[in-house]
T-cell receptor, first 114, second 112 residues
Framework: DAGVTQSPTHLIKTRGQQVTLRCSPI?????VSWYQQVLGQGPQFIFQ???????GRGNFPDRFSARQFPNYSSELNVNALLLGDSALYLC?????????????FGPGTRLTVT | LAKTTQPISMDSYEGQEVNITCSHN???????ITWYQQFPSQGPRFIIQ???TKVTNEVASLFIPADRKSSTLSLPRVSLSDTAVYYC?????????????FGTGTRLTVIP
């Protein structure tokens, strides 16, 4: 079975621009979460979605938004990019109907803001 | 939100058993303890989860004392491929992903 997939792999944007990152969960997984990982730090929780509804939100500004589609794939949008948004953005899915600590992570999208 | 404290880094020779201890003094009654492994440029990978006493799977063992204020991840006979960052997480499964706090982890380096 295919794991969690994310696109694109790498992305370079300019300050002030907007970016959309995409994630496809493992088949059968209905929950998708997004994380931001800055170099040298652990992943930081941004959003969790389940059945197209937001289930949790981390401490991120409103420039960050996300949504989940009927096929359970998800998009993370970041507006008005700042240099500090440069990071690895990770998507994770889980198989349970609710939240689970056994999450399956994708390889991430490395975003560089210049 | 229960915070965790882990050593920043550890070195070990190939073939040795490695024990990484995590302190979580403020762990709550409903909190579980979970460990993840992360290789460079990859997403974290779930290793093991437990609530109390000892849990063992094909990859590792997790030891949790009776007071649950700490836990120890044990990796038997490590190899070079075990070089990675290991994260200890503590949180309540009922309250959602807001409690999935990774911290800075322990960077394990396995030496030939």
């Amino acid at each position: 079975d295919a794991g969690v997939t994310q696109s694109p792999t790498h992305l370079i944007k300019t300050r002030g621009q907007q970016v959309t990152l995409r994630c496809s969960p493992i088949s059968g997984h209905k929950s998708v979460s997004w994380y931001q990982q800055v170099l040298g730090q652990g992943p930081q929780f941004i959003f969790q979605y389940y059945e197209k509804e937001e289930r949790g939100r981390g401490n991120f500004p409103d420039r960050f938004s996300a949504r989940q589609f009927p096929n359970y794939s998800s998009e993370l949008n970041v507006n008005a990019l700042l240099l500090g948004d440069s990071a690895l953005y990770l998507c994770a899915s889980s198989r349970t109907s609710g939240f689970s600590y056994e999450q399956y992570f994708g390889p991430g999208t490395r975003l560089t803001v210049t | 939100l229960a915070k965790t404290t882990q050593p920043i880094s550890m070195d070990s020779y190939e073939g040795q058993e490695v024990n990484i201890t995590c302190s979580h003094n403020n762990i709550a009654t409903n909190d579980y303890i979970t460990w993840y492994q992360q290789f460079p440029s990859q997403g974290p990978r779930f290793i093991i989860q437990g609530y109390k006493t000892k849990v063992t799977n094909e990859v590792a063992s997790l030891f949790i004392p009776a007071d649950r204020k700490s836990s120890t991840l044990s990796l038997p006979r490590v190899s070079l491929s075990d070089t990675a960052v290991y994260y200890c997480l503590v949180g309540d499964m009922e309250t959602g992903a807001n409690n999935l706090f990774f911290g800075t982890g322990t960077r394990l380096t396995v030496i030939p």
